[in-house]
């Protein structure tokens, strides 16, 4: 006789969720916090790498490799771009082929072998050029193009690894738990709060100890320990796998999205059936796939309505190939993409402005007065002045603003998601301000000195000074990346959450990219004709509170831009007259507070990573 505690569907998690081995997961022996505290030190391990390398890179690259300050600029930047640009490829593999656990499996073990060949490389005098001489700066030798191309295979591997592992780490970690669960659904809130206490904690812990060991120990060992502990963390990981929960790969929303736009412009030369019902849609909700249900038929982007013109010649279009004819569904779903890119384009600059934080920041920094007695400050430690504004003003945010805003606006969430994204904005302008005026102050004091034409001197100005706009950046990052994270998420459709992510992460990657693209514009338009330009080697010779005015006013002009775009937007809720997209996702609905309504009113707190 089968006992019937085994067969009880109560032990099993609910959902598409199953054990290693195909089979429906027993609550009771996968999953839970067993699982889900491998994958916090997993997070906190990538957290370690990432933030250990690119808060540091640029003073390694001017100092030891030679390098002008703009090109050790553009190559942080760029990596950092490449990462989250990589985060989209890390995505679309485990959502179509190889699901979220050998995803991070994989390219986790990339990632820490990408940090271990830029300790090697960083500790081989061989792939180092010969120091400079103190008489004689300005014939310092640059690394050469063998030195370069090591630096760049383990940066690129770095960020292969770093951002595949990024778009997944997350999800899985919420798998762990199930939501349908009244006891385990609870456990979600303190998951996240955890999840996002590791990212605090391996940020913290990079820009302190890691930053300091790099400049006063060795750039080896330095490297050498995040890249041990995310080899350790990937082992562990793996030698775990018959803990977790896994749901199979269920597809790609960019096959969708594709297949709506093909399909629209095969029916180009057609015309609209004057009315809207005429047009193809799915008879049965359950056979458009798990968590979607039928939208209603909006009047935008009616050009993209082509695509579900139903051709009298079809017998049956719900048997048709969806690249020739798509439901309304499916279009209105491509439609809520859409619309979301013009607030999309103008969060690319908030994250512009932070790439300056890893770069010419640390840059100034390195000119400045660092001492406390005997003990010199690291230059990019400064960066924790970023994470405590992230901490501080997120904790005034849910605890002060949010609270009073409800009260004052009746709205449950406080303050909406654009609201939130425009204060981010305002305040990376505010903090571009204040290093414009700091920068000129400091070159006053270097002109005052006689120092503006020496090299690798000291400005009798403290660091402190740079605290404002350190802090500025990270009181921005507060409001912006948690707007952005729930705009992105809660306006997309439902079962499209995984490209709205992709979309948040892609205005990161933008965001470095376009620091990339005016630094080497600013160089190349103001060094010439045997002027040094706005970014020489020698900042004082230079003015950077020039291209700090410049990201000022791209921030303005950037701002009154999002003003319009979010006058004119139209909340989900608003365009659809309320209408939910889905009652089978658990988590349908993220508001404000980064939190998740869950069936039966109760809220679950979520939190994600940069």
């Known amino acids: 006789m089968v006992d019937q505690e085994q067969i009880n569907p109560?032990?099993?998690?609910?959902?598409?969720?199953?054990?290693?081995?195909?089979?429906?997961?027993?609550?009771?022996?996968?999953?839970?916090?067993?699982?889900?505290?491998?994958?916090?030190?997993?997070?906190?391990?990538?957290?370690?790498?990432?933030?250990?390398?690119s808060s540091n890179l640029v003073t390694y690259l001017g100092g030891a490799l030679h390098l002008s300050n703009a090109e050790s600029a553009n190559i942080v930047t760029n990596f950092m771009g490449t990462l989250y640009l990589l985060s989209l490829v890390g995505g679309f593999l485990a959502d179509s082929i190889l699901g979220r656990f050998k995803?991070?499996?994989?390219?986790?073990?990339?990632?820490?072998?990408?940090?271990?060949?830029?300790?090697?490389?960083?500790?081989?005098?061989?792939?180092?050029?010969?120091?400079?001489?103190?008489?004689?700066?300005?014939?310092?030798?640059?690394?050469?193009?063998?030195?370069?191309?090591?630096?760049?295979?383990?940066?690129?591997?770095?960020?292969?690894?770093?951002?595949?592992?990024?778009?997944?780490?997350?999800?899985?970690?919420?798998?762990?738990?199930?939501?349908?669960?009244?006891?385990?659904?609870?456990?979600?809130?303190?998951?996240?709060?955890?999840?996002?206490?590791?990212?605090?904690?391996g940020s913290l812990f990079a820009v302190t100890v890691l930053v300091y060991i790099q400049d006063n120990v060795g750039r080896g060992l330095g490297y050498g320990i995040p890249s041990g502990s995310m080899a350790f963390c990937v082992l562990l990981f793996l030698v775990c796998s018959n803990k977790y929960r896994y749901r199979r790969p269920a597809g790609s929303p960019v096959t969708r999205i594709a297949q709506v736009f093909v399909a629209a412009w095969r029916n180009r030369?057609?015309?609209?059936?004057?009315?809207?019902?005429?047009?193809?849609?799915?008879?049965?909700?359950?056979?458009?796939?798990?968590?979607?249900?039928?939208?209603?038929?909006?009047?935008?982007?009616?050009?993209?309505?082509?695509?579900?013109?139903?051709?009298?010649?079809?017998?049956?279009?719900?048997?048709?190939?969806?690249?020739?004819?798509?439901?309304?569904?499916?279009?209105?779903?491509v439609k809520m993409v859409v619309k979301l890119m013009p607030i999309w384009s103008t969060c690319i600059m908030f994250w512009t402005v932070y790439s300056q934080i890893l770069t010419f920041s640390v840059e100034q920094a390195n000119t400045m007065n660092r001492s406390i007695g005997s003990f010199q400050i690291p230059s990019a430690s400064l960066?924790?002045?970023?994470?405590?504004?992230?901490?501080?003003?997120?904790?005034?945010?849910?605890?002060?603003?949010?609270?009073?805003?409800?009260?004052?606006?009746?709205?449950?969430?406080?303050?909406?998601?654009?609201?939130?994204?425009?204060?981010?904005?305002?305040?990376?302008?505010?903090?571009?301000?204040?290093?414009?005026?700091?920068?000129?102050?400091?070159?006053?004091?270097?002109?005052?000195?006689?120092?503006?034409?020496?090299?690798?001197?000291?400005?009798?100005?403290?660091?402190?000074?740079?605290?404002?706009?350190?802090?500025?950046?990270?009181?921005?990052?507060?409001?912006?990346?948690?707007?952005?994270?729930?705009?992105?998420?809660?306006?997309?459709?439902?079962?499209?959450?995984?490209?709205?992510?992709?979309?948040?992460?892609s205005t990161l990657s933008l965001g470095f990219f376009w620091s990339s693209l005016l630094v080497t514009l600013v160089n190349g338009l103001t060094g010439h004709g045997g002027s040094p330009g706005w970014l020489p080697d020698n900042l004082n010779r230079g003015r950077l509170d020039y291209f700090y005015w410049l990201l000022t006013v791209l921030s303005f002009l950037n701002l009154l831009i999002f003003f319009v775009f979010a006058h004119f937007y139209k909340y989900k809720e608003e365009s659809t007259g309320g209408q939910k997209e889905s009652k089978t996702f658990a988590l349908k609905e993220i508001d404000s507070r980064g939190r998740a309504e869950k069936p039966g009113n109760e809220e679950l707190e979520i939190y994600s990573d940069v």
Request: net charge neutral; with cysteine.
């Open 383 to 505: 960066q924790v002045f970023v994470v405590g504004g992230i901490v501080f003003f997120t904790t005034f945010s849910e605890k002060v603003l949010v609270p009073t805003m409800r009260h004052w606006t009746g709205r449950p969430q406080g303050i909406t998601s654009l609201q939130r994204i425009s204060v981010g904005l305002f305040l990376s302008m505010i903090a571009m301000l204040a290093a414009a005026l700091v920068e000129k102050k400091r070159l006053d004091v270097a002109l005052q000195h006689g120092l503006a034409n020496k090299e690798n001197v000291i400005v009798p100005l403290s660091v402190y000074w740079l605290i404002p706009q350190f802090l500025l950046v990270g009181a921005g990052e507060a409001f912006a990346y948690v707007g952005q994270l729930e705009f992105f998420i809660k306006q997309a459709p439902v079962s499209m959450k995984s490209m709205s992510t992709g979309l948040f992460l």
């Open 10 to 53: 109560s032990n099993f998690a609910s959902g598409d969720v199953t054990d290693k081995y195909g089979n429906p997961a027993d609550r009771a022996k996968t999953g839970g916090w067993f699982a889900a505290a491998i994958i916090l030190g997993t997070e906190l391990s990538e957290r370690m790498c990432v933030i250990g390398i």
């Open 103 to 201: 995803t991070i499996v994989i390219f986790g073990s990339i990632q820490a072998l990408g940090v271990c060949l830029l300790a090697i490389s960083t500790s081989l005098p061989s792939l180092q050029p010969p120091p400079c001489s103190e008489n004689h700066v300005e014939n310092c030798v640059p690394a050469s193009g063998k030195m370069m191309a090591m630096l760049y295979v383990s940066l690129y591997m770095t960020a292969l690894g770093a951002g595949s592992v990024k778009a997944n780490v997350s999800g899985f970690g919420s798998d762990q738990f199930d939501v349908e669960d009244p006891k385990e659904s609870g456990k979600i809130i303190f998951f996240f709060n955890r999840f996002y206490f590791c990212i605090s904690m």
């Open 269 to 333: 030369k057609r015309s609209l059936p004057s009315d809207p019902s005429l047009l193809n849609e799915n008879e049965y909700g359950d056979a458009m796939g798990p968590g979607r249900e039928r939208i209603s038929h909006t009047d935008q982007l009616l050009c993209l309505d082509k695509a579900a013109i139903v051709n009298p010649s079809m017998n049956d279009p719900a048997k048709q190939s969806p690249w020739k004819i798509a439901t309304v569904t499916s279009i209105e779903e």
